[in-house]
């Protein structure tokens, strides 16, 4: 894993977005074809900006799958996931190949075994993702099943976590954010060739803290990208201000 410390937000995201704009042109002229995965939430926002802004990505070479989407909520609202990549990434970019997008408005093991067979089909290159503040990578809160080969599995959100898409401006009520949702699981996530991890502000501090500096463990999720070759994290000064300064 390769640790990458910018002064804000911003910078972090260009950052990031450049290392993944790299790896796919790189991919897609060496394979002629590449496979991404996006994440979603306020920790992707400048990432995903920057990425669509090169003008040199062959789009039309390129397949998107996503990480995951919560259980029972509609694709009109404002915190599905579906909603979101729709917005700020396939609607700008008209030429994309394919996306694959997890509907969580219908039986979500038939939903699973679909997403299973698609992802097996078309093995990642490049995969976006982010650090929840519990630690969590996609949905997979600690504990985080280290060990399942499924694909896509359904797993329950715990307090912390739907705490956070309620503080970030997703849901009004605690009671409003779902219960369950469909997650990529930590062995797919980690059969991509190239991970980019982009992990901004203060509130992830403790995360990154514990996901970098502790033994790989299930309690800290996220901390099993210590044990990915090709792993780039891009933080910035505030989510990185718990690490030690010798770090």
Avoid at 66 to 87: M, P, Q, V
Avoid at 141 to 170: H, N, S
């Amino acid at each position: 894993m390769k640790v990458h410390i910018s002064n804000n937000v911003k910078e972090l995201g260009i950052s990031a977005g450049l290392r993944a704009a790299e790896l796919i042109k790189e991919t897609i002229s060496q394979k002629g074809f590449a496979n991404i995965i996006l994440a979603t939430g306020t920790s992707q926002f400048e990432t995903i900006q920057q990425l669509i802004s090169d003008p040199e990505i062959q789009w039309d070479r390129v397949q998107m799958f996503h990480l995951d989407e919560y259980i029972g909520l509609s694709i009109t609202h404002k915190a599905s996931f579906r909603h979101y990549l729709n917005e700020r990434f396939i609607y700008l970019v008209p030429t994309l190949k394919m996306g694959h997008l997890i509907n969580g408005e219908i039986n979500p093991d038939q939903e699973c075994a679909r997403l299973a067979e698609l992802i097996l089909q078309n093995p990642i290159d490049v995969a976006l993702v982010g650090i929840g503040e519990n630690g969590h990578l996609a949905f997979n809160d600690p504990p985080a099943d280290f060990d399942t080969e499924k694909p896509y599995i359904v797993v329950d959100l715990d307090e912390a976590c739907r705490a956070q898409q309620m503080g970030e401006g997703w849901f009004e009520t605690m009671n409003d954010v779902p219960k369950q949702a469909i997650s990529m699981s930590i062995k797919q996530i980690m059969k991509s060739v190239h991970i980019v991890c982009s992990v901004p502000d203060e509130r992830k501090a403790q995360a990154v803290t514990d996901c970098l500096t502790k033994p790989v463990s299930n309690v800290y999720p996220a901390s099993i990208l210590q044990h990915h070759s090709h792993c780039d994290l891009y933080l910035d000064a505030s989510s990185a201000s718990l690490l030690p300064k010798n770090f």
